[in-house]
Nanobody
Framework: QVQLKESGGGSVQAGGSLRLACKAF????????VGWWRQAPGKQRELVAL???????EYADSAKGRFTISFDNAENTVNLQMNSLKPEDTAVYYC??????????WGQGTQVTVSS
């Protein structure tokens, strides 16, 4: 049984930083891709960043230049460093793992609130 657990959310002022972590229990991140998603009230869930085991990463336009996703193999954790945060980054952030073709495993989410 695979479980993903996010941590690191919180409240910051605009311009601040947060570092989110997604740790997998029950199975190592050995293949596929891991993504960080977010959902703001009244909006659809969107993919913010993803990483593959090869180290490659992709970012939504809104995250480019401000967010960095990284994989910590030793801790079986995928981190999302978020800098220069804006009020529009306020959302519940979820990590999800796509072992093969679909995002099969999801965490419970962590709240990020950015005040102006």
């Amino acid at each position: 049984q695979v479980q993903l657990k996010e941590s690191g959310g919180g409240s910051v002022q605009a311009g601040g930083s947060l570092r989110l972590a997604c740790k997998a229990f029950g199975r190592p991140f050995r293949f596929g891709s891991v993504g960080w998603w977010r959902q703001a009230p009244g909006k659809q869930r969107e993919l913010v960043a993803l990483t593959r085991g090869t180290g490659s990463a992709e970012y939504a336009d809104s995250a480019k230049g401000r967010f960095t996703i990284s994989f910590d193999n030793a801790e079986n954790t995928v981190n999302l460093q978020m800098n220069s945060l804006k009020p529009e980054d306020t959302a519940v952030y979820y990590c999800a793992w796509k072992p093969i073709s679909v995002y099969r495993y999801w965490g419970q989410g962590t709240q990020v609130t950015v005040s102006s």
